[in-house]
């Protein structure tokens, strides 16, 4: 999952979080797979994974759908806990 807003003229690293549609622990946020995100199947986010890619890698595979703002922001809250 990106975390960052990421377009043509995108250049440097972004951070993104991986998906899992397998693992279980304490710090994943899961996330319904439904026709706005596009997720193939019911998944969840990451965060303690969290990595940075080149920004040119994720806009030669553009991301698909959208989480929405309740996932992301806790995404983001999630995030911050595993930096600190």
């Known amino acids: 999952m990106v975390l960052d ?3 043509i003229n995108s250049s440097g690293t972004i951070d ?3 998906l899992t549609a397998s693992a279980w622990g304490g ?3 899961s996330i319904e797979a439904d026709d706005d995100n596009g997720l193939p199947r ?3 986010a990451v965060p ?3 990595m940075s890619l080149d920004a040119s890698d994720i806009i030669i595979r553009p ?3 959208n989480v929405g703002d309740d996932v992301l922001n806790k995404l983001f ?3 911050e806990d ?3």
Do not use: H, K, N, Y
């Open 16 to 18: 993104i979080v991986p």
């Open 63 to 65: 991301p698909r759908g």
């Open 48 to 50: 303690s994974a969290l």
């Open 5 to 7: 807003e990421v377009d």
């Open 42 to 44: 019911d998944s969840s």
């Open 77 to 79: 809250e999630a995030v």
């Open 82 to 84: 595993v930096q600190s």
């Open 27 to 29: 710090d994943l946020i």
